[in-house]
């Protein structure tokens, strides 16, 4: 069995879940609604403020999608009712960003500034010159659109910089090293 498919997901108060036709999710709640359609392999229950992702065989497609489905699910109704966020860190010389309207604009120590406009159901912020935080209620777009920040200048490892994650470590190089004029 599957130890993550097999968890009940506790639905917490004011977040409601109902299954449509063809196991297609919709998840409410005080931040907003998210819709997800489950492998219809799968057999999604709503009961008493507790969902279940159950499969009726072991066959191999039922197995490969029955985690994957029940974390789907809990992450929609962690998202609807705390929501998700990511923080990244700028670091390097000029390296900093500013929020005017829904743009988020960073100077990345090209010739021009970087604009990049808020998707839709995505907020950034700009607690610092160094620090934006992504926040919305759908993990799988804060992750893409806070990649495609990070995507602008990844860091490199002599001098660490760049745009990284909290917490991610950037494994650090040594520079040239013994060498002589012109051998």
Known sequence: MSR????PIELPAGVEV???EGNLVTVKGPKGELTQQISTLLDVEVKDGVVTVSRD????EKRAQHGLARTLIHNMVIGVSEGFSKKL???GVGYNAEKKGDTLVMKLGFS???EMKDPEGIETEVPSATEIIVKGIDKAVIGNYAANIRAWRK???YKGKGIRYEGERIRRKEGKAGVKGGE
Do not use: Q
């Open 155 to 157: 860091p490199e490892p």
């Open 18 to 20: 109902t299954v449509g």
């Open 4 to 7: 993550i498919g097999i968890r």
């Open 89 to 91: 860190i700028m670091e």
């Open 57 to 60: 065989s072991d066959a191999k």
């Open 112 to 114: 021009h500034p970087v």
